[in-house]
């Protein structure tokens, strides 16, 4: 029998949707207790991106010492737990598989309920634990290595799909730029690293649909003119291009992406004339674009939340959004399985804002 649920009960979380495998502890209120986080980035890095296996299999290692390990911190017992939670979508399937069934073996053994989330939204859901209070409803943005979304959320558990990449998304984007110019992996730290010394004028970078009503956007036109622009400054057989070049080149780049998230999230707070911006995911923690979107918020009167920069990039704190689907009697069966695709909520379109 499950046992019942109380508000003071502790939830075990876990991620392992692509590279970092991460258990949190959390209770009702929801109070993060403990998050821990082991990143396989030096196990990617030469290989200059995540490779699926080699990341399955990186979990299947760390998992327990992890879970171990935010237990510890959070001071309880594996059978203190009354709910486990599981992001099972969207990921790499290996490496899903790995932490959905550990959640389920945890749950079983337990004997307690187990708790879906999707990754995507526990990224907005990072904005209610830093924020401490309620910020729904609110427009979401998402902005992570796979995904690059606006959401119109009307809670934490109802969200609408306003606008989305239509092919790179805006972290895809930083990773392949920093790439072409031998920055190596993860790319979007090194980009920023680089910018701070660059010109973001230097360049004039496309930016897809920024004049546009849709909320969508699009990164690959971008990512190829920064490929020409580097072709133009390093011609084959030159000694390639200078390093104020190079920082010049990450600036511009830069500000061109952070010019279209900015303005579409104005965009989606004009049009729902909602007035809270809740944005995640890994390239919120990049400070240019955090600077670009308080001062839109400011310009415009908006409430800002953005997450510390832990809680930006993937952990198992986020699954938190547990706690909401748990109260709404949202439990997941024990047959649960890895969904890698992101099946998104419903779409609905905005009348246009002005530009
Ligand atoms: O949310 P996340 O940790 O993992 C996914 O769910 O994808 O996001 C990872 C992405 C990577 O593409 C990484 O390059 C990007 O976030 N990223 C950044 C920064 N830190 C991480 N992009 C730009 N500036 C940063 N400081
Ligand atoms: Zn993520």
Redesign the pocket.
């Known amino acids: 029998m499950i046992r019942m649920p109380d508000p003071s009960m502790y939830f075990l979380a876990i991620e392992s949707?692509?590279d970092?495998t991460a258990a949190a502890v959390f209770d009702a209120t929801p109070r993060v207790l403990a998050s821990v986080v082991a990143s396989q980035t030096d196990l990617h890095a030469r290989f200059g991106g995540v490779v699926p296996e080699v990341a399955a299999r990186a979990h299947l290692q760390r998992l327990l010492p992890v879970v171990d390990e935010a237990l510890r911190r959070a001071g309880i017992g594996i059978r203190d737990i009354g709910a486990v939670a599981v992001m099972n979508s969207p990921?790499l399937v290996g490496a899903l598989l790995v932490g959905v069934s550990a959640a389920k073996m945890f749950a079983l053994a337990l004997n307690v309920p187990l708790v879906a989330v999707n990754?995507i939204e526990a990224?907005i859901y990072a904005c209610r634990l830093a924020a401490e209070r309620d910020v729904f409803p609110c427009i979401g943005l998402v902005?992570?290595?796979?995904?690059t979304s606006l959401f119109h959320c009307r809670s934490a558990l109802d969200f609408a799909l306003l606008g989305a990449t239509i092919d790179d998304?805006?972290?895809?984007a930083?990773?392949k730029v920093?790439s072409m110019l031998g920055l190596g992996f993860?790319?979007?730290?090194a980009?920023?690293r680089i910018a701070r010394d660059g010109n973001p004028q230097a360049f004039a970078f496309p930016r897809a649909f920024l004049r546009d009503p849709r909320l969508d956007f699009s990164f690959s036109g971008l990512k190829t003119a920064v490929l020409y622009a580097l072709r133009a400054l390093a011609p084959e057989g030159s000694s390639g291009p200078t390093s104020q070049s190079k920082s010049d080149l990450a600036a511009s780049f830069?500000q061109a992406v952070i010019d279209v998230l900015v303005e579409k999230s104005r965009q989606a707070l004009e049009s729902t004339r909602l007035k809270v911006l809740s944005v995640?995911?890994?390239?919120a923690?990049?400070?240019a674009?955090r600077q670009g979107l308080e001062s839109m918020a400011a310009r415009h009167g908006y409430m800002l939340v953005i997450p510390p920069l832990a809680l930006?990039?993937?952990n198992a704190a986020m699954a938190a959004l547990a706690v909401e689907k748990w109260k709404a009697g949202q439990l997941a069966p024990l047959d649960l399985d890895a969904e890698p695709t992101y099946v998104g909520p419903r779409r609905e379109t905005l009348p246009a804002a002005k530009a």
Not at 143 to 147: A, E, F, K, L
């Open positions: 949707s692509c970092e990921g990754h990224h902005v992570s290595g796979g995904h998304a805006a972290g895809e930083f990773d920093a993860p790319g979007g730290p980009v920023e830069q995640g995911g890994g390239v923690a990049n400070g674009f930006c990039t993937d």
